[in-house]
């Protein structure tokens, strides 16, 4: 299967080569882009969209993919989902250490995408209000209770997403957690074969 993987906040697509290289010899396509400004000063919307045109330019218009997420990026993937229609391609998501309620840490760098991190932002609620767009999507979320970064770590267990505990004792440690990267690789071979015909909800 084609995975997009979408590194966090201050860091660059290499972060995530640990976990692609698990899934690249379990046979899945890896994309992993490297978005800027990695600090999201202009917002994460933006980066969203460049998200949507990487994939464009990297895939065929009709290949479907699963998306993974890394802290900042898995709300990267959220708005690419919900508000860009990326949900139209997607087979799974998956977030790891992802802030979905924000996180305290956001307070101490400034930008647009900091605000928009933070706990009871305007962005957040606003994400919120439109994850019916991603209809049946399965989305699982990974999450850490020794994470000093995603605070609270309730933060992190979206509701939405089936929830996993992993003991990482340093945020991105679980980028590199053997269990972790089998339990992704475990669950894209337990996705259909082909293409399924979701239930989203029109707009």
């Not at 992190?156 to 053997?178: D, K, N, Q, Y």
Request: hydrophobic share 40%.
């Amino acid at each position: 299967m084609n995975l997009v993987l979408v590194h966090g906040f201050l860091d660059h697509g290499t972060i995530m080569r640990g976990i692609a290289g698990h899934l690249a010899s379990a046979g899945h396509t890896c994309l992993v882009p490297s978005l800027k400004p990695s600090d999201a000063r202009h917002g994460i919307g933006p980066l969203a969209e460049s998200l949507g045109r990487t994939i464009a330019e990297n895939l065929p218009p009709d290949a479907r993919f699963a998306l993974i997420g890394f802290s900042m990026g898995s709300l990267v993937c959220r708005h690419y989902l919900q508000e860009l229609g990326g949900i139209s391609r997607a087979e799974a998501f998956f977030s790891i250490a992802g802030p979905h309620a924000g996180t305290l840490t956001a307070y101490l760098y400034p930008g647009l995408g900091t605000r928009q991190m933070r706990p009871g932002s305007s962005y957040l609620a606003g994400l919120d209000q439109t994850t019916g767009a991603l209809g049946d999507l399965p989305v699982v979320c990974y999450w850490s209770p020794m994470d000093l970064m995603i605070l609270p770590h309730s933060s992190a267990r979206w509701p939405r997403g089936e929830l996993v505990r992993v003991w990482a004792p340093v945020h991105t440690m679980l980028l590199f957690s053997r269990r972790l990267q089998r339990d992704v690789a475990q669950r894209l071979e337990s996705l259909p074969s082909h293409p399924r015909e979701r239930q989203v909800p029109a707009p």
